[in-house]
C-alpha cells in the first residue's frame, strides 16, 4: 500500500517522535547486551521452527528476517504502520479535518504508541497491514533486558520461551495459507469503513446512557471505538477479536507445550508473565483505549485452546486452520463446546 504523506491530514511522523518520547529508554538499551541479542537472537529463531512445525503440525519456510530493536524504533515502526492502516479514513477526512484536530490525533496516537512501546516484548510483521510481504521477527531489546533483571530470569531460557511465541505467530500465518489474507480484509475493511457519521455522537450518548442505567462499564473491552461504531463495524470488531484470541491463546499454549519440555524455568516464567498482563496499575488505561481485550486475548484465547486440547485433544484445533467459516466465532471463544459441535 502506498500512502502520499504530504497529502495526509495527519502527521504520523509527529506521532511516532511523541511515541518515542512517552517510549523512553532503558539503560542498556544501547549496551553490548543488544548486540549480543542481535546477534544471537537469528539463530534462536532458527532453533524452535522445528519444535513449533513439530507441535502444530503448520510448515514454514526457512530464514526470517530477525531484527532487534528499541522502543523508539518500535514505536516509529508501529507509527508507519498507522500511517497505511489509516490511510483510507484520513483521505475521506481531508479537507474537513483541520490542523488542530489532525494534531490531537497524532498526539494521541503517539501517546498510546508510547505506552505501548514499554510492553511489547516480539512481534511476527507479516500480519500487519502495510502491504509489505516482509517476513520479520522483531525484539523489543529494551523490554527483554528490564524482564530479565526484574524478576532474575535466565536470558538464554526467557529468549527461547519468547521465540517459541513468535515463531507460532509465524507458522500460524504462514503454515496457514489463507489466513493473512482473511485478517487483513478484516482490518482494513473496517478501517475503511469508518467515515465520518454525523450520528456518531448521539450514538456514543445513547450507549453510556445505556451503562448507566444497566449499572455497567461506561467503556467497554472495545474502548472508545465501540462507543462510535455501527452495529455492521461492531460485528467486524467481534470478528478481529475472536480471531485474534484464538492466535494469542494458541501461541501461548504452543510456547507453554514446548517450554515444558525443554526450559527449567517454564512455570515460573508463564505465571510471572500471566501476571504482567493482569496489572490493575494500567487496567484503566487498557479499558479506555481498549487494549484491556488484547490482554484478556491471552486469557481467553488459552482457555479455549485447552478446553478443546481437554475434550477432543490437541489435533481437533486443526479444524480451526481448514478455512474462515471454521473459525470460532467471539461466543464460541468463551464456549469451546459449541465451537467443537459447528465444526464437528
Excluded at 522445528?50 to 510448515?59: D, F, H, K, S, Y
Excluded at 528490564?146 to 520461551?161: D, G, I, K, V
Excluded at 484470541?245 to 501461541?251: D, F, R, S, V, W
Aim: glycine share 8%; net charge negative.
Amino acid at each position: 500500500m502506498t500512502v502520499d504523506v504530504a497529502t495526509d491530514p495527519v502527521d504520523w511522523r509527529l506521532a511516532g517522535r511523541v511515541a518515542g518520547r512517552v517510549a523512553g529508554t532503558h539503560p542498556l538499551a544501547e549496551s553490548y547486551h543488544r548486540e549480543l541479542l542481535a546477534s544471537t537472537a537469528p539463530g534462536i529463531i532458527a532453533e524452535v521452527a522445528p519444535m513449533v512445525t513439530e507441535e502444530t503440525g503448520l510448515v514454514t519456510p526457512e530464514h526470517p528476517e530477525v531484527v532487534t530493536v528499541g522502543r523508539r524504533e518500535w514505536a516509529e515502526r508501529a507509527a508507519g504502520t498507522f500511517t497505511a492502516l489509516m490511510a483510507p479514513q484520513t483521505e475521506q477526512l481531508a479537507g474537513r479535518m483541520g490542523d488542530g484536530a489532525a494534531t490531537i490525533v497524532a498526539l494521541e496516537t503517539g501517546a498510546l504508541l508510547g505506552v505501548m512501546a514499554r510492553r511489547v516484548l516480539g512481534q511476527y510483521e507479516l500480519v500487519l497491514p502495510t502491504g509489505d510481504e516482509a517476513d520479520t521477527v522483531v525484539f523489543v531489546a529494551p523490554n527483554v533486558f528490564a524482564l530479565e533483571r526484574s524478576h532474575q530470569f535466565r536470558p538464554s531460557e526467557f529468549r527461547t520461551w519468547l521465540a517459541l511465541h513468535e515463531a507460532t505467530h509465524r507458522a500460524q500465518f504462514l503454515g496457514v495459507p489463507w489466513l493473512r489474507e482473511h485478517f487483513l480484509s478484516l482490518v482494513t475493511g473496517l478501517v475503511g469503513a469508518r467515515t465520518a457519521d454525523p450520528n456518531r455522537w448521539s450514538r456514543a450518548a445513547d450507549r453510556l446512557t445505556d451503562a448507566i442505567a444497566g449499572s455497567r462499564p461506561l467503556v467497554d473491552e472495545g474502548g472508545l471505538f465501540s462507543l462510535f461504531a455501527t452495529e455492521e463495524q461492531q460485528a467486524q470488531v467481534d470478528k478481529i477479536q475472536a480471531l485474534m484470541c484464538l492466535l494469542e491463546g494458541h501461541g501461548h499454549v504452543v510456547m507453554d507445550r514446548i517450554g515444558e519440555r525443554i526450559l527449567t524455568t517454564q512455570d515460573r516464567m508463564s505465571r510471572l508473565l500471566k501476571a504482567r498482563r493482569m496489572d490493575p496499575r494500567t487496567a484503566a488505561f487498557f479499558r479506555l483505549t481498549g487494549m484491556e481485550m488484547k490482554m484478556r486475548q491471552y486469557e481467553l484465547g488459552e482457555q479455549f485452546v485447552n478446553r478443546v486440547t481437554e475434550v477432543a485433544g490437541w489435533d481437533a484445533l486443526d479444524a480451526a486452520w481448514s478455512g474462515p467459516d471454521a473459525l470460532p466465532t467471539l461466543p464460541e471463544i468463551s464456549d469451546a463446546d459449541s465451537w467443537l459441535a459447528r465444526v464437528a
